[in-house]
Protein backbone atom coordinates (compact mmCIF):
# COMPACT_ATOMS: atom_id res chain seq x y z
CA UNK A 1 0.00 0.00 0.00
CA UNK A 2 1.21 3.68 -0.71
CA UNK A 3 0.50 6.72 1.46
CA UNK A 4 -0.82 9.14 -1.68
CA UNK A 5 0.11 12.61 0.59
CA UNK A 6 0.82 13.26 4.45
CA UNK A 7 -2.41 15.54 3.82
CA UNK A 8 -4.52 12.51 2.34
CA UNK A 9 -3.55 9.59 4.58
CA UNK A 10 -4.18 11.87 8.11
CA UNK A 11 -7.81 13.06 6.69
CA UNK A 12 -8.01 9.37 5.69
CA UNK A 13 -7.12 8.05 9.19
CA UNK A 14 -9.26 10.73 10.66
CA UNK A 15 -12.13 9.82 8.87
CA UNK A 16 -12.04 5.92 9.79
CA UNK A 17 -11.79 6.71 12.85
CA UNK A 18 -15.29 8.80 13.20
CA UNK A 19 -16.32 6.15 11.26
CA UNK A 20 -15.50 3.29 13.63
CA UNK A 21 -16.34 5.54 16.65
CA UNK A 22 -12.21 4.76 17.38
CA UNK A 23 -9.99 6.94 19.47
CA UNK A 24 -6.64 6.66 18.34
CA UNK A 25 -3.75 6.54 21.11
CA UNK A 26 0.02 7.13 20.55
CA UNK A 27 2.83 6.29 22.87
CA UNK A 28 5.60 9.11 23.60
CA UNK A 29 7.96 7.16 21.77
CA UNK A 30 6.00 6.73 18.23
CA UNK A 31 7.25 7.87 14.90
CA UNK A 32 6.68 11.58 14.70
CA UNK A 33 3.33 11.08 12.01
CA UNK A 34 1.60 9.16 14.23
CA UNK A 35 2.04 11.36 17.26
CA UNK A 36 0.65 13.96 15.54
CA UNK A 37 -2.39 12.22 14.18
CA UNK A 38 -3.02 10.88 17.40
CA UNK A 39 -5.92 11.90 19.49
CA UNK A 40 -4.13 12.08 22.80
CA UNK A 41 0.11 11.49 23.00
CA UNK A 42 1.50 10.23 26.63
CA UNK A 43 2.64 7.15 28.71
CA UNK A 44 1.35 3.88 28.73
CA UNK A 45 -0.40 4.42 32.19
CA UNK A 46 -1.80 8.10 31.22
CA UNK A 47 -2.55 6.14 27.96
CA UNK A 48 -4.84 3.29 29.66
CA UNK A 49 -6.30 5.31 32.13
CA UNK A 50 -7.68 7.75 29.26
CA UNK A 51 -9.03 3.99 27.12
CA UNK A 52 -11.08 3.32 30.49
CA UNK A 53 -12.85 6.67 30.53
CA UNK A 54 -13.51 6.79 26.91
CA UNK A 55 -16.67 6.36 24.80
CA UNK A 56 -15.49 5.40 21.69
CA UNK A 57 -16.01 2.03 20.67
CA UNK A 58 -13.04 0.97 20.07
CA UNK A 59 -9.26 2.17 20.75
CA UNK A 60 -6.19 1.86 18.76
CA UNK A 61 -3.22 1.70 20.88
CA UNK A 62 -0.24 3.28 18.59
CA UNK A 63 2.90 1.49 21.09
CA UNK A 64 3.84 -2.04 21.71
CA UNK A 65 2.17 -5.26 22.73
CA UNK A 66 2.16 -4.89 27.12
CA UNK A 67 0.39 -1.03 26.55
CA UNK A 68 -2.50 -2.24 24.05
CA UNK A 69 -2.74 -5.26 26.67
CA UNK A 70 -2.88 -3.23 29.54
CA UNK A 71 -5.97 -0.85 27.63
CA UNK A 72 -7.35 -4.32 27.45
CA UNK A 73 -7.10 -5.70 31.03
CA UNK A 74 -8.64 -1.61 32.39
CA UNK A 75 -10.93 -1.61 29.79
CA UNK A 76 -12.14 -5.59 28.87
CA UNK A 77 -15.66 -4.24 27.67
CA UNK A 78 -14.09 -2.57 24.83
CA UNK A 79 -11.92 -3.52 21.63
CA UNK A 80 -8.51 -3.09 22.01
CA UNK A 81 -6.17 -2.62 18.78
CA UNK A 82 -2.47 -2.07 17.76
CA UNK A 83 -1.38 -1.80 13.91
CA UNK A 84 0.79 -4.37 14.49
CA UNK A 85 0.96 -7.31 17.63
CA UNK A 86 4.24 -8.02 16.65
CA UNK A 87 5.79 -5.09 18.38
CA UNK A 88 6.85 -6.14 21.16
CA UNK A 89 9.02 -5.15 24.10
CA UNK A 90 12.62 -6.01 25.06
CA UNK A 91 12.16 -5.44 28.83
CA UNK A 92 8.71 -7.56 28.93
CA UNK A 93 10.73 -10.11 27.30
CA UNK A 94 13.13 -10.72 30.16
CA UNK A 95 10.82 -12.15 32.39
CA UNK A 96 8.08 -14.78 32.36
CA UNK A 97 4.97 -15.68 34.50
CA UNK A 98 6.96 -19.73 35.64
CA UNK A 99 10.32 -17.21 36.13
CA UNK A 100 8.31 -15.01 37.91
CA UNK A 101 6.86 -17.76 40.25
CA UNK A 102 10.06 -19.37 40.80
CA UNK A 103 11.58 -16.26 42.18
CA UNK A 104 8.37 -15.79 44.40
CA UNK A 105 8.53 -19.38 45.91
CA UNK A 106 12.67 -18.84 46.55
CA UNK A 107 11.32 -15.43 48.71
CA UNK A 108 8.34 -16.46 51.04
CA UNK A 109 6.18 -13.13 51.70
CA UNK A 110 7.67 -11.11 49.68
CA UNK A 111 5.64 -8.72 48.24
CA UNK A 112 6.32 -8.21 43.75
CA UNK A 113 5.94 -5.29 42.19
CA UNK A 114 6.49 -5.08 38.71
CA UNK A 115 7.38 -2.27 35.96
CA UNK A 116 4.06 -1.72 33.58
CA UNK A 117 6.19 -2.85 31.01
CA UNK A 118 5.60 -6.72 31.70
CA UNK A 119 2.87 -9.24 30.19
CA UNK A 120 -0.44 -9.38 31.06
CA UNK A 121 0.41 -12.87 33.06
CA UNK A 122 3.58 -11.37 34.48
CA UNK A 123 0.84 -8.89 35.92
CA UNK A 124 -1.28 -11.30 37.02
CA UNK A 125 1.50 -12.40 39.14
CA UNK A 126 2.38 -8.90 40.67
CA UNK A 127 1.48 -7.60 43.50
CA UNK A 128 1.49 -3.66 42.45
CA UNK A 129 2.46 -2.73 39.19
CA UNK A 130 4.12 0.84 38.53
CA UNK A 131 5.56 2.93 36.47
CA UNK A 132 8.77 5.26 36.68
CA UNK A 133 6.92 7.79 38.17
CA UNK A 134 5.58 6.39 40.80
CA UNK A 135 7.82 3.42 41.49
CA UNK A 136 9.86 4.93 44.68
CA UNK A 137 6.14 6.03 46.12
CA UNK A 138 5.12 2.20 45.68
CA UNK A 139 8.01 0.70 47.44
CA UNK A 140 7.51 2.83 50.22
CA UNK A 141 3.85 1.87 50.82
CA UNK A 142 5.12 -1.60 51.38
CA UNK A 143 5.98 -2.35 55.21
CA UNK A 144 9.53 -1.40 55.67
CA UNK A 145 10.46 -4.96 57.20
CA UNK A 146 8.42 -6.31 54.24
CA UNK A 147 10.93 -8.15 51.57
CA UNK A 148 10.26 -6.46 47.97
CA UNK A 149 11.18 -8.77 44.50
CA UNK A 150 11.31 -5.51 41.84
CA UNK A 151 11.03 -6.53 38.14
CA UNK A 152 11.92 -6.63 35.38
CA UNK A 153 14.35 -3.57 35.23
CA UNK A 154 17.37 -3.59 37.34
CA UNK A 155 18.01 0.80 36.41
CA UNK A 156 14.55 1.37 37.56
CA UNK A 157 14.97 -1.23 40.88
CA UNK A 158 18.56 0.50 41.49
CA UNK A 159 16.69 4.28 41.40
CA UNK A 160 14.22 3.01 43.91
CA UNK A 161 16.96 1.19 45.79
CA UNK A 162 18.60 4.65 46.14
CA UNK A 163 15.47 6.70 46.99
CA UNK A 164 14.81 4.73 49.33
CA UNK A 165 17.58 3.65 51.39
CA UNK A 166 16.09 -0.33 51.86
CA UNK A 167 18.40 -3.06 51.62
CA UNK A 168 15.34 -5.86 50.90
CA UNK A 169 14.64 -5.06 48.03
CA UNK A 170 15.66 -7.55 45.38
CA UNK A 171 16.03 -6.79 41.60
CA UNK A 172 15.61 -9.28 38.66
CA UNK A 173 18.63 -8.61 36.07
CA UNK A 174 16.46 -7.50 33.41
CA UNK A 175 17.18 -4.40 30.97
CA UNK A 176 15.59 -2.10 27.73
CA UNK A 177 18.22 -2.68 24.92
CA UNK A 178 17.69 0.84 23.89
CA UNK A 179 17.83 2.49 27.35
CA UNK A 180 20.53 0.47 27.83
CA UNK A 181 22.66 1.59 25.06
CA UNK A 182 22.57 4.80 26.39
CA UNK A 183 26.02 4.51 28.33
CA UNK A 184 27.73 6.09 30.59
CA UNK A 185 30.91 7.10 28.36
CA UNK A 186 28.17 8.35 25.67
CA UNK A 187 26.66 10.14 28.44
CA UNK A 188 29.89 11.60 29.68
CA UNK A 189 31.31 12.86 25.83
CA UNK A 190 27.32 14.98 25.08
CA UNK A 191 27.50 16.53 28.73
CA UNK A 192 31.69 17.15 27.49
CA UNK A 193 29.98 18.67 24.05
CA UNK A 194 27.00 20.54 25.77
CA UNK A 195 28.65 22.08 28.87
CA UNK A 196 25.99 24.65 28.99
CA UNK A 197 23.13 22.29 29.03
CA UNK A 198 20.53 20.65 31.61
CA UNK A 199 20.24 16.97 31.78
CA UNK A 200 16.89 14.98 31.27
CA UNK A 201 17.40 11.26 32.18
CA UNK A 202 14.81 8.28 32.23
CA UNK A 203 15.47 6.31 34.89
CA UNK A 204 15.51 3.24 33.19
CA UNK A 205 18.52 4.65 31.13
CA UNK A 206 22.18 2.41 31.30
CA UNK A 207 23.79 5.85 32.60
CA UNK A 208 21.68 7.11 35.33
CA UNK A 209 24.26 5.89 37.81
CA UNK A 210 26.53 7.62 35.53
CA UNK A 211 24.65 10.81 36.18
CA UNK A 212 24.43 11.28 39.93
CA UNK A 213 28.12 9.83 40.32
CA UNK A 214 28.79 13.11 37.77
CA UNK A 215 26.94 14.99 40.00
CA UNK A 216 28.81 14.06 43.00
CA UNK A 217 32.08 14.66 41.47
CA UNK A 218 30.60 18.01 40.02
CA UNK A 219 30.86 16.83 36.34
CA UNK A 220 27.29 17.77 35.85
CA UNK A 221 25.98 20.01 38.70
CA UNK A 222 22.97 18.74 40.57
CA UNK A 223 20.58 21.14 40.31
CA UNK A 224 21.18 20.93 36.16
CA UNK A 225 20.29 16.88 36.50
CA UNK A 226 16.71 15.97 36.33
CA UNK A 227 15.60 11.79 36.71
CA UNK A 228 12.31 11.95 35.22
CA UNK A 229 9.49 9.76 33.94
CA UNK A 230 8.68 10.40 30.30
CA UNK A 231 5.52 12.52 31.73
CA UNK A 232 7.42 14.19 34.35
CA UNK A 233 10.35 15.21 31.33
CA UNK A 234 7.31 16.85 29.42
CA UNK A 235 6.22 18.91 32.37
CA UNK A 236 9.78 19.98 33.06
CA UNK A 237 10.23 20.82 29.46
CA UNK A 238 7.18 23.49 29.85
CA UNK A 239 8.83 25.01 32.83
CA UNK A 240 12.08 25.19 31.41
CA UNK A 241 14.45 28.53 30.91
CA UNK A 242 17.56 26.29 30.21
CA UNK A 243 18.64 27.19 26.39
CA UNK A 244 19.20 23.63 25.73
CA UNK A 245 18.55 20.33 27.37
CA UNK A 246 20.27 16.90 26.80
CA UNK A 247 17.67 14.17 26.88
CA UNK A 248 18.47 10.61 28.04
CA UNK A 249 15.83 7.98 26.86
CA UNK A 250 14.48 6.88 23.44
CA UNK A 251 14.18 9.62 20.46
CA UNK A 252 10.70 9.74 19.99
CA UNK A 253 10.29 11.97 22.98
CA UNK A 254 12.11 14.48 21.48
CA UNK A 255 9.14 15.11 19.41
CA UNK A 256 6.71 16.20 22.27
CA UNK A 257 9.60 18.19 24.16
CA UNK A 258 9.87 20.41 21.43
CA UNK A 259 6.11 20.51 20.68
CA UNK A 260 6.30 21.38 24.89
CA UNK A 261 8.41 24.24 24.09
CA UNK A 262 9.95 25.20 21.45
CA UNK A 263 12.31 28.18 22.67
CA UNK A 264 14.34 25.38 24.14
CA UNK A 265 16.70 22.91 22.21
CA UNK A 266 16.20 19.50 23.06
CA UNK A 267 19.38 16.93 22.35
CA UNK A 268 19.42 13.28 22.45
CA UNK A 269 22.68 11.45 24.19
CA UNK A 270 22.38 9.00 22.16
CA UNK A 271 20.96 9.88 18.74
CA UNK A 272 21.11 6.17 18.05
CA UNK A 273 18.56 5.30 21.30
CA UNK A 274 15.30 4.49 18.55
CA UNK A 275 12.62 1.70 19.97
CA UNK A 276 12.52 -0.84 16.75
CA UNK A 277 9.02 -2.03 17.98
CA UNK A 278 7.98 1.71 18.53
CA UNK A 279 8.69 1.82 14.81
CA UNK A 280 7.11 -1.03 13.91
CA UNK A 281 4.03 1.04 13.83
CA UNK A 282 4.16 2.98 10.67
CA UNK A 283 1.53 5.45 8.93
CA UNK A 284 0.67 2.51 6.43
CA UNK A 285 0.10 0.10 9.30
CA UNK A 286 -2.34 2.48 11.15
CA UNK A 287 -4.42 2.72 7.92
CA UNK A 288 -4.93 -1.07 7.30
CA UNK A 289 -5.69 -1.27 11.24
CA UNK A 290 -8.20 1.18 10.71
CA UNK A 291 -9.54 -0.57 6.86
CA UNK A 292 -9.07 -4.04 8.10
CA UNK A 293 -9.89 -3.88 11.82
CA UNK A 294 -6.76 -5.73 12.58
CA UNK A 295 -4.56 -6.81 15.24
CA UNK A 296 -7.44 -7.01 17.81
CA UNK A 297 -5.70 -7.41 21.51
CA UNK A 298 -7.53 -10.56 23.39
CA UNK A 299 -6.02 -11.53 27.23
CA UNK A 300 -7.53 -14.47 29.06
CA UNK A 301 -10.56 -13.41 31.50
CA UNK A 302 -8.60 -14.80 34.46
CA UNK A 303 -5.57 -13.46 33.51
CA UNK A 304 -6.87 -9.80 33.03
CA UNK A 305 -8.97 -9.96 36.36
CA UNK A 306 -6.08 -11.08 38.33
CA UNK A 307 -3.68 -8.69 36.83
CA UNK A 308 -6.32 -5.42 37.20
CA UNK A 309 -5.60 -5.73 40.71
CA UNK A 310 -2.31 -5.21 40.86
CA UNK A 311 -3.00 -2.37 38.13
CA UNK A 312 -5.76 -0.51 40.13
CA UNK A 313 -3.18 -0.39 43.08
CA UNK A 314 -0.62 1.25 40.86
CA UNK A 315 -3.29 3.98 39.56
CA UNK A 316 -4.29 4.50 43.59
CA UNK A 317 -0.89 5.23 44.19
CA UNK A 318 -0.65 7.68 41.51
CA UNK A 319 1.45 8.58 38.77
S1 LIG B 1 12.01 1.56 24.46
FE1 LIG B 1 12.63 -0.32 25.56
S2 LIG B 1 11.12 -0.52 27.22
FE2 LIG B 1 10.24 0.89 25.69
S3 LIG B 1 9.06 -0.45 24.33
FE3 LIG B 1 11.10 -0.22 23.40
S4 LIG B 1 12.21 -2.04 24.14
FE4 LIG B 1 10.42 -1.79 25.48
Redesign the pocket.
Known amino acids: MTTPTQTDWAAEVRRLADERNALILAHN?QLPAIQDIAHHVGDSLGLSRIAADTDADEIIFCG?HFMAETAKILSPDKRVLIPDANAG????DTITADELRAWKAEHPGAVVVSYV?TTAAVKAETDICCTSSNAVDVVRSIPEDTEVLFCPDQFLGAHVQRETGRDNIHLWSGE????ADISPAGLRDAVQTHADADLFIHP?CGCTTSALWMNSTGDIPAERTHVLSTGGMLGAARNTKAGKVLVAT?IGMLHQLTKANPATEFLPVNPEAA?P??QMITPDKLLTCLREGTDEIFVDPEIATRARRAVERMIAIGG
Open positions: YVCSLANCHVHEECFM
